[in-house]
Nanobody, 123 residues
Framework: VQLQASGGGLVQAGGSLRLSCAASGRIFSSYAIAWFRQAPGKEREFVAA????????YYTESEKGRFIISRDNAKNTVYLQMNSLKPEDTAVYYC?????????????????WGQGTQVTVSS
């Protein structure tokens, strides 16, 4: 599976962005997909995840209510809608896939990674 993240950019605080993670592979719908982010000088941190069917999602507390993860398996794409953005959301955002279909909040449980897309939120 190859993952391609896109949709990042520069936005003012309070604004919105929608990230996309496009995947190759016929069994994409069986994989759980997660978004992580990494700010300069910090470790990669979990943001949100969704199981293959899209029927269950998981967020960290700081993102709950602001970010929405969804997927369109017909398009092999997962989305991260980010609203009410804050300067502390500034980071490179990565999407990752777990072959076993389970959601994890640890990066080392994911098997495939995209290249990342930069999100910058100005104050």
């Amino acid at each position: 599976v190859q993952l391609q993240a896109s949709g990042g950019g520069l936005v003012q605080a309070g604004g919105s962005l929608r990230l996309s993670c496009a995947a190759s592979g016929r069994i994409f719908s069986s994989y759980a997909i997660a978004w992580f982010r990494q700010a300069p000088g910090k470790e990669r941190e979990f943001v949100a995840a969704i199981i293959g069917s899209g029927g269950r999602t998981y967020y960290t507390e700081s993102e709950k209510g602001r970010f929405i993860i969804s997927r369109d398996n017909a398009k092999n794409t997962v989305y991260l809608q980010m609203n009410s953005l804050k300067p502390e959301d500034t980071a490179v955002y990565y999407c990752a896939a777990a072959r076993d279909g389970n959601i994890y909040d640890r990066a080392n449980r994911y098997d495939y990674w995209g290249q990342g897309t930069q999100v910058t939120v100005s104050s």
